[in-house]
């Protein structure tokens, strides 16, 4: 069965600590996408990153980083130097490819809530 | 490009009544879907849609209605309210490609609903 966990409930870090957010995931198919969203207070979905599983490089995009390895099935989350502004709820998500299309699901953790403390 | 839409953003409802929570989109999305937020379960699927005409269940689509008549418009429908669909729901929409590629999912504002 598709799973995808989000061992850590909450987190609380004094501004300009480095985080990371731990993202595990499960499945029996070969490709498959990974997404991580954002959800601040205001309660809106921001989309963050996109990852395939054909795709192991790791990426940066300012002070977020994201590491996928497939060996141990997981999808961490950096924020490097975390700013009041990075509290939210951090919600891991994976959906499945099968066949000649997909049906699109997104199965999502249980989310992360980030507080930045200043 | 407004992008997702969802209205109304809030809503109080006695258990037994019905109503329908809008969503709509203009980026010629054929994928749509709605998803239930609960604390501490993440975001379920309800139902969704690959195209026009055509619609299937999610995770958890007992209570709930869906129909697409358009590209657009993805309305959701709750046919008898109960105090167990107090949630936040959100309407999402992307590309369906094809080959295998899973497209971005971008979503609504949310629709927060409350059962009384």
């Known amino acids: 069965a598709q799973k995808v966990t989000q061992a850590q409930t909450e987190i609380s870090v004094v501004e300009k600590e480095d985080v990371t957010l731990d993202c595990v995931y499960e499945t029996r198919d070969t490709t498959y996408y990974l997404f991580w969203y954002k959800q601040p207070p205001s309660g809106e979905l921001v989309f963050l990153i996109r990852?395939?599983?054909?795709?192991?490089q790791n990426e940066i995009s300012g002070r977020y980083s994201w590491n996928f390895q497939k060996s141990t099935s997981s999808f961490n989350f950096t924020i490097t130097a975390s700013q009041v502004v990075d509290s939210a709820v951090y919600f891991c998500?994976?959906?499945?490819?099968?066949?000649?299309?997909?049906?699109?699901?997104?199965?999502f953790g249980q989310g992360t809530t980030l507080q930045v403390k200043p | 490009n407004a992008g997702v839409t969802q209205t109304p953003k809030f809503q109080v409802l006695k258990t037994g009544q019905s109503m329908t929570l809008q969503c709509a989109q203009d980026?010629?999305?054929?994928?749509m879907s709605w998803y239930r937020q609960d604390p501490g379960m993440g975001l379920r699927l309800i139902h969704y849609?690959?195209?026009?005409?055509?619609?299937d269940q999610g995770e958890v689509p007992n209570g709930y209605n869906v129909s697409r008549s358009t590209t657009e418009d993805f309305p959701l429908r709750l046919l008898s309210a109960a105090p167990s669909q107090t949630s936040v729901y959100f309407c999402?929409?992307?590309?369906?490609?094809?080959?295998?590629?899973?497209?971005?999912?971008?979503f609504g504002p949310g629709t927060r609903l409350t059962v009384l």
């Open positions: 990852r395939n599983s054909f795709d192991e």
């Open positions: 980026m010629n999305h054929e994928y």
């Open positions: 849609s690959v195209g026009a005409g055509i619609t």
């Open positions: 998500a994976l959906s499945e490819a099968r066949g000649s299309g997909n049906t699109g699901k997104l199965i």
């Open positions: 999402a929409s992307s590309y369906k490609r094809t080959g295998g590629i899973a497209d971005t999912q971008y």
